[in-house]
């Protein structure tokens, strides 16, 4: 379960100012209660939430005619089973992707997060994966929820939704992979690859993938290196795309650059974290984060100070994150 406060923020563009706000927010792998059960045949996963954000006692409404609010979601349902050796078989929430930056957890993932820019991987349908030393390989068939993956009505063609192809080799000197991603009948196409390797006390990884949609093709790469020691921890992330071949210019390119400092201490750590999202717009515009990571308890906690200048104007704010699992 995770709250989220504001202690103070200055707007710079409105110039208003609030202090001390609170609310539930729930991100995608952050669900306030999440039931597993693993075996070495099977098992399952289900996240619920508050679908609505508002947590409250349910009770009669006039205006939901009777019918009690729907407050409560549920995301990420998943079941998987291993009808054979080596071949494991995913039913409902997926998660496929290349590399993954450590500063947002999220945002740098060349084939589906926010500076992509283009549609991400689909997270639901099926998933048939082949294990064998050190190669994997999968095939999904991600329609989403509720939706046919092929369709063919009277007198017209058979349609797809999405479908992904995604493996893996391991090995000493590090992991590749690779993704092909297809969507409204392999109009909408991704196709990736990217490396992954810890050097000692140094990590890095690389990805670059090919993107098209209709009439538009695209190209991005992105490269991250951390380092950590004795507590210090260091990470930088850079991602440049171009997102129409027909139309090299700066409007149509983006780079993206990522840094974060980390010191640990007794209970938590330290960290000061640089987000611009694009480097090349006309004006500069990024996130300066100052904070604290702590436990307290089962409780874990994020303090920050944090400054945003956007279109030449200055935001601050002091947000907070409270969670714990249950």
Partial sequence: MQLKANLFEYDGATENIGAFKL????????????????????????????????????????????????VVGAHAYNIWFSPFENVRIDLGGQDIKLNCEHI??????????????????GDWGYKATYKLDAFTVALAFLPGNDNWWMSKAKDADVALNE????????????????IFDAKDTFENLKIGAGYNSKFGDVGIFADVAFFHKADTNGLAVDFDASYSKDGIGVEGYVFWKASDFSNIAK??????????FSYALNGGSLYVKFLDDNLMADTFGADIKVGYDGNLGAMSYEVEAAVTLANEKVKFAVPC????GF
């Fill in 23 to 70: 609310w539930n927010e729930n991100g995608k792998d952050d669900k306030p209660f999440v039931f597993s059960i693993n075996g070495e045949r099977a098992g399952g996963t289900i996240k619920l939430f508050d679908a609505n954000g508002d947590l409250k006692v349910l009770k009669d409404d006039a205006s939901t005619t009777g019918k009690l609010p729907a």
């Fill in 104 to 121: 947002t957890w999220w945002q740098g993932n060349i084939v589906g997060g926010k500076l992509n820019g283009w549609d991400g991987i």
């Fill in 163 to 178: 479908t992904t192809l995604y493996a893996e080799y391991a090995a000493d000197f590090g992991k590749i992979n690779a």
């Fill in 251 to 260: 409007d149509t390119m983006a780079l993206a650059t990522y840094a974060k």
């Fill in 321 to 324: 994150f409270f969670r714990i």
